[in-house]
């Protein structure tokens, strides 16, 4: 149980486009979804928590107009990054917490090239 | 806020000998704590958590983990490492009561040799 899906797992585009990553908690419902950026041999970086209905909360330094979340359904939740460079070339991972519960559940990444 | 320090970057173990894996953290009451395992181009995986009761925590894959307030750590153990093992492990720090949203350490990279 508590499986957490990402689609695409990688996803390669030119820059100045726009790409969709969805994530999904497949056998749960999540109130709660967070998005985190992984550089290379570095840490996960929260990018926002992403609410169920709500706004996305973005942590700071973190461009909302670019990074585009929507929590339309209590299973799913889309980050889009809008007109892509290269340097939004990274590793996002989603998490998703069980409605009434704290613990995150973990989506296995998609890696972004933006070439 | 709450912050974790992860001291070692890699390890090197040899197949068959025991770990521990360093995590020291900063919070002023006490935290939920976690071990999470990344295998390469891959999400996250927990491995064990810590929220509140006995202070020596089991968790999957034979990982042990123990929780000692004095010394601000919950370092992770596993008595005899096999080469599946080598993957980037990641202490987190969660606010009890609070936001929950945990931090992470950088992250120690485990490399296992044969």
């Known amino acids: 149980g508590a499986v957490v899906s990402q689609h695409p797992s990688w996803v390669i585009c030119k820059s100045g486009t726009s790409v969709k990553i969805e994530c999904r908690s497949l056998d749960f419902q999540a109130t709660t979804m967070f998005w985190y950026r992984q550089f290379p041999k570095q840490s996960l970086m929260l990018m926002a928590t992403s609410n169920e209905g709500s706004k996305a909360t973005y942590e700071q330094g973190v461009e909302k107009d670019k990074f585009l979340i929507n929590h339309a359904s209590l299973t799913l939740s889309t980050l889009t990054v809008t007109s892509a460079h290269p340097e939004d070339s990274s590793f996002y991972i989603c998490s998703a917490i069980q409605t009434g519960g704290y613990e995150q559940y973990f989506g296995p990444g998609t890696r972004l090239t933006v070439t | ?114």
Request: charged residues 15%; contains cysteine.
């Open chain 2, 1 to 114: 806020a709450q912050s974790v320090t992860q001291p070692d970057i890699h390890i090197t173990v040899s197949e068959g000998a025991s770990l521990e894996l360093r995590c020291n953290y900063s919070y002023g009451a006490t935290p939920y704590l976690f071990w999470y395992v990344q295998s390469p181009g891959q999400g996250l995986q927990l491995l064990l958590k810590y929220f509140s009761g006995d202070t020596l925590v089991q968790g999957i894959k034979g990982f042990e983990a123990e929780f000692k307030r004095s010394q601000s750590s919950f370092n992770l153990r596993k008595p005899s490492v096999h080469w599946s093992d080598a993957a980037e492990y990641f202490c987190a720090v969660g606010a009890q009561g609070g936001s929950y949203i945990p931090t992470f350490g950088r992250g120690t990279s485990l490399i296992v040799h044969p």
